[in-house]
C-alpha cells in the first residue's frame, strides 16, 4: 500500500510490565540467560504515534531525561519499524512519536512496550495485516520482553523470556510503584549478578530450576494478593541493591508504609510494592510520598499494545 493512499496517523497504546517473579539461570554464549519469569502488564503506559513520512524517524516527549532515550538505530521502536517493513516489503517510511509514560530503564519495559506499539502501529498504518502471530515472531527478534508488551496480561515466560504462555490472574491487583530518576543500565544488573555468583554452583554446568513456582501461579489464579507477597522473588534484585544500595532502605519503607512486600521490578531501579487493594495501595502511596518518593498506583493486569481511537 502506497504512502498516499493511507494518510492517517495511527495511535497505540502499550504497558509497562512488572516481573512478580523472576528467576535467572547461567549466562549463555549468545550472551542472554536462562530465564523463568511471570509477566503482568499494569496500568502505565507508553503512547505511539505513527505518522506517515516517507523515510524513518522518531521523536520523544515525557522523558525526564530526552538524552536518554536514542533517536537513532539504537531506538527499539525504530528498529521494529524497520524490521516490519523490511519483512512486508513495504517501502515507505514513518515518522514515530513516542510519548513516554513507562520510567527510562526502570525495569519495567518501556522500550520493549515502544516497539511492541511500533510494530502494531505501522502494521495498521501501512495496512500489512501481519496477524498475532508474525508480529509475536518479529517482536522475539527485537528483545525479550517485546511479545508480552504486545500481548499483556498475565504470562510466564521462559526461553529469554520470549516463550511466552498465558497465566490465568482473576481480579486486580494493586501496586505502588517507587521510580527513580536515574536509571539502571540492564546488562551492568546481569553483569553484576554474573559476578556475585562466580565461584558458587551457579557457575558451574549445574541446571538452575528455572520452573515458576506453582505457589506464584496458583495466588494469581485465586487473585489472592496476600498469597502471591511470600512467593514474589526476583534473582536480579541482590545485584540490583549492590548497583544501588538505598533501593534497600526504600524497600523497608514501603512495607513499613503498609505494603504486603515490595520487589525490585525486573533490572530496577523502579520498585513494585503489592498491596492488598486499592485503599491500601493509596495510603502506601500517600505515605511515601511524605518521604519524598515518587509513588506511582497502578493497577493489573491489563491488555497489552492495542490501537487506540
Not at 516527549?61 to 517493513?85: C, I, Q
Request: glycine share 12%; with cysteine; aromatic share 4%.
Amino acid at each position: 500500500m502506497s504512502l498516499a493512499q493511507r494518510s492517517d496517523a495511527v495511535h497505540v497504546r502499550a504497558p509497562g510490565k512488572i516481573n512478580v517473579y523472576l528467576g535467572v539461570g547461567a549466562r549463555h554464549d549468545d550472551g542472554y540467560h536462562a530465564l523463568a519469569t511471570v509477566f503482568q502488564a499494569v496500568s502505565l503506559y507508553e503512547d505511539v504515534f505513527a505518522h506517515p513520512a516517507a523515510d524513518f524517524s522518531v521523536t520523544v516527549r515525557g522523558a525526564a531525561d530526552p538524552a536518554s532515550v536514542p533517536t537513532d538505530d539504537r531506538n527499539l521502536a525504530l528498529r521494529a519499524a524497520k524490521l516490519l517493513a523490511e519483512e512486508t516489503g513495504v517501502s515507505d517510511g514513518v515518522a514515530l512519536e513516542l510519548r513516554k509514560g513507562v520510567p527510562v530503564a526502570g525495569g519495567m519495559g518501556g522500550g520493549s512496550a515502544d516497539a511492541a506499539a511500533a510494530l502494531v502501529a505501522c502494521d495498521a498504518l501501512w495496512g500489512t495485516d501481519l496477524g498475532t502471530t508474525r508480529l509475536h515472531a518479529l517482536a522475539a527478534r527485537l528483545g525479550a520482553d517485546v511479545p508480552f508488551a504486545l500481548h499483556g496480561g498475565t504470562a510466564v515466560g521462559t526461553g529469554r523470556g520470549d516463550r511466552l504462555t498465558p497465566a490465568l490472574a482473576r481480579g486486580r491487583f494493586d501496586w505502588v510503584l517507587v521510580t527513580s530518576e536515574q536509571g539502571l543500565s540492564t546488562p551492568d544488573v546481569y553483569g553484576r549478578l554474573d559476578r556475585m555468583r562466580e565461584g558458587s554452583a551457579l557457575a558451574d554446568d549445574e541446571p538452575l530450576s528455572l520452573d515458576v513456582p506453582v505457589g506464584v501461579l496458583q495466588a494469581l489464579r485465586a487473585g489472592d494478593a496476600q498469597a502471591l507477597a511470600p512467593v514474589m522473588m526476583n534473582d536480579l534484585e541482590a545485584a540490583a541493591v549492590a548497583e544501588r544500595p538505598e533501593l534497600d532502605l526504600v524497600l523497608a519503607d514501603g512495607v513499613r508504609a503498609g505494603a504486603l512486600t515490595g520487589i525490585v521490578s525486573g533490572s530496577g531501579p523502579t520498585l513494585a510494592f503489592l498491596c492488598a487493594g486499592p485503599e491500601a495501595a493509596r495510603t502506601v502511596q500517600e505515605e511515601l510520598r511524605v518521604t519524598g518518593r515518587e509513588a506511582l498506583h497502578v493497577h493489573g493486569p491489563v491488555a497489552g499494545a492495542r490501537i487506540i481511537g
